[in-house]
């Protein structure tokens, strides 16, 4: 009989996947857990059709993250923090005050755990890596300041 998996089923298949399985396992097991149901014609086309959609979706989001990128790569933020006399900043400029200042300034709303770059410890140019999709990275300048 063949099933079309609504999970992941360990030592079976994943969610998405047609399998061959025996009627007793398929009907006892996969069906009365939710774990698959019949692979018939209609069901088989709506899968198919919902993975179009999909991929339709994706490839907007990619296009999209591709202008961002390339929007980000031209701009720079700036970040004023309090600092001692050598550069030195009181505490450091993280992830997180990375991802508000691009909201505040550039109106972006990156997550900050999309941003890579280490704490910044003293005043000066830097360079942080932001991943906006599968593939598609951009690079931003930061300018930290002393108040």
Do not use: C, W
């Amino acid at each position: 009989m063949k099933v079309l998996l609504l999970e992941d089923v360990k030592n079976v298949g994943r969610k998405g996947e047609v399998i061959e399985a025996k009627e007793g396992y398929a009907k006892n097991f996969l069906f009365k857990g939710k774990l698959g149901v019949e692979a018939t014609a209609e069901v088989l086309k709506n899968v198919a059709e919902k993975k179009a959609k999909l991929a339709k979706q994706e490839a907007k989001a990619e296009e999209q993250a591709k202008k961002i990128a390339e929007e980000i790569k031209a701009k720079k933020i700036v970040i004023k923090i309090k600092a001692a006399e050598n550069g030195k900043i009181f505490g450091a400029v993280t992830h997180k005050e990375i991802s508000e200042e691009l909201k505040k300034q550039l109106n972006y709303d990156i997550d900050k755990k999309k941003i890579e770059i280490d704490p910044i410890k003293s005043l000066g140019n830097y360079k942080a890596e932001l991943k906006l999709f599968k593939g598609v990275k951009a690079e931003l300048s930061i300018e930290v300041l002393g108040l």
